[in-house]
């Protein structure tokens, strides 16, 4: 981003180095739009075929995660689930005796 | 929260105080969601009466900043879109000659 | 919101009407800041007892779906990790053979 | 996207199909993030290089807006802020005689 030494001061601004910037933000918020459409495109693509696109969105937040974080907090998730009673398998031995 | 000594536990937990957790955060979230309601209520009479609930919702924001830096944010607005020939007053001047 | 056939208008707009408008939709977000902020106190109680937030939080979104929905869901996110070999129990049968 | 009729199935799901999905959607939020980093990086130079950020996001979000919507919501708006006394200009005036 070069000032350039005769560039036009408006205000105390260089004119051309602020058109710059404001021009190159919009020139990658359009490139990342478009990527996001794409995003939606596959999804959109992935539930004509019959798949269920809630729980593709699962696993892709499931595969950010780290393998031995994920598991323990499947492993917590299930010890308070149990606790509550909300563990179909574990309905009667969860649950206030 | 008190843990209770003979509070039954299951997988370590004791369940009546997760249980007294999930039900405070549960109650409390029914409550703000009602205000949440109610707020949209006072926007929607709002509207039915005519008014701009978009410039209602920027004075609302206006509102809850500083009234000085409110005014320092805005002058130097105007100075980027004068440098950048988006104000309509200035436009001759603002423009590159 | 009655109109007050008597309150003063600037620039065609009634100005008590504005102003309580404006005066309702303060005091309820108030109010909603005020609960926000009990949740997140429940929450560092929890925490400050041991509790994973995070597990509780994953409860209080599950308890808000419909439990067959939530068994559907849970039902095909086994199916797709399985697919994918990203069960650990069926780590074998899922993979490419 | 094609389904590939000899395609392995595991529980009823083309399994190399769901793996096809999966890889396209992180490959292009791999991209998407990319791009998310150089704005942020264009905003970081634009501030080390003296210019205020708020004020440059603003400008990006005005010339999102129709120009003819902009003058207008600009116009309800001063026309409110009038009414409230808001408007320094005009305090006088706006606030009740």
Redesign the interface.
Known sequence: ?N?GHNS?K????A?D???S??A???K??A??AG??A??RD??A??KG?G??T???R???K??KQDASER?E?EN??D??????G?L?LFEG??E??
Chains 1, 2, 3, 4 share one sequence.
């Open positions: 981003m000032k036009k408006v205000g105390g601004v004119v180095q602020l058109k910037i404001i190159r933000v919009e990658l918020e490139e990342k990527i996001a794409d995003i596959v999804f693509e992935a075929n798949y269920c809630k729980a593709i699962t696993i892709l499931m595969r598991e907090q917590i998730l010890v308070y689930l149990n606790a509550l909300m179909p031995e969860g206030a005796a």
